[in-house]
């Protein structure tokens, strides 16, 4: 995969060039699945390895999806079914399936750096599906390729990304990935949930919802992800939604043509209000379906390019 190399761990490093040979990759893509037959012989006779240590639902059917109209073979393997609840080691379980000679594993894990650590010892292409609180390189690939398709640019978009921040692996590759890209990328949530390491990617950080979403091109809403967070960093529910919730007063500051974006799950009525989620600007279903084309477009490159 020339300039990429064998894995797809994170868009940290990735550049301009490379981002655009992905995104390009998977708009070419995108026209499969749209025939009545969706399949196409790219990757027959290869085994791809669907390897989710932690719960995914859009993640880990769109990779599956994406291998199976490639024509790979596919194996899900997770948690609850491995030798990992008998005590085994991830490198361990790793070695095992490398033995059994799949050409890729995509992985998912709770632990930030799982997937680098597989790419270490083990001699198959290794896809990073979301990693701790690190990156989540495929989101944010097809999060760029949504934008794109909508604004037609990338480069000097005023792109707003707000919620929980310290914890969203999606906005950490967002960010990288936008700034790469030439797009000026704002941050915004609770001050405990907003990180160092914002500002030291790039990202702007604001003080206020209207100094966030004013002038906004995109806006990005995040889900709290309870599930990271070891004391409560906020008053309540109804607290956030009040001043950290996108309604539809909001909209009026951004751009005339603004789209709103979420990673998903979406929680109705705390990060959106419905009549946003469901309003003529959110574009949530379009992620959802151009993860497909993304990940059909690294399973190619990765290892299939070398078949025409």
């Known amino acids: 995969m020339s300039g990429l190399g064998r894995h797809m761990l994170g868009l940290e490093g990735l550049t ?28 027959r006779g290869k085994t791809v390895v669907h390897f989710f240590v932690e719960a995914s639902t859009r993640t880990r059917t769109s990779f599956e999806i ?9 194996v899900s393997l997770s948690a609850s079914t491995s030798s990992l609840t008998k005590g085994e080691t991830l490198i361990d379980t790793a070695k095992n399936l490398e033995a059994m000679a799949p050409d890729l594993i995509v992985m998912r894990h709770s632990m930030s750096g799982a997937p680098h650590l597989l790419a270490k010892h083990v001699g198959p292409s290794i896809i990073n599906a979301g990693d701790g609180t690190h990156e989540h390189p495929t989101q944010g690939l097809l999060d760029m390729l949504t934008i794109r398709e909508h604004k037609g640019r990338l480069d000097g978009l005023e792109v707003a990304i707000i919620g929980d921040v310290a914890h969203s692996r999606v906005a950490r590759s967002d960010i990288i990935g936008l700034n790469t890209m030439g797009s000026r990328v704002r941050v915004f949530g609770p001050r405990t949930l907003l990180p160092p390491f914002a500002e030291s990617l ?17 806006i990005i809403m995040l889900r709290v992800q309870r599930e990271r967070l070891d004391d409560v960093l906020f008053p309540s529910q109804r ?31 705390v990060e959106l209000s419905p009549e946003v989620a469901d309003g003529p600007y959110a ?26």
Not at 66 to 74: E, F, H, M, Q, V
Not at 204 to 216: L, T, Y
Not at 300 to 308: F, M, N, S
């Open 283 to 308: 574009v949530i279903l379009d992620q959802v379906a151009n993860g497909v084309a993304v990940r059909m477009a690294l399973l190619y490159l990765l290892i299939g390019a070398e078949v025409r």
């Open 239 to 269: 607290e956030y939604a009040q001043r950290f919730g996108l309604g539809s007063r909001h909209l009026a500051l951004a751009k005339p043509e603004v789209i709103v974006m979420h990673p998903g799950p979406v929680n109705r009525g």
């Open 66 to 74: 994406a291998a199976k109209r490639l024509s790979a073979d596919t």
């Open 202 to 218: 790039g990202a702007r950080v604001c003080r206020s919802m209207h100094e966030a979403v004013e002038g906004a091109d995109v």
């Open 16 to 43: 301009a060039q490379d981002i655009t040979l992905i995104l390009d990759t998977a708009s070419s893509l995108k026209e499969i699945n749209t025939r009545s037959i969706k399949k196409v012989p790219t990757l």
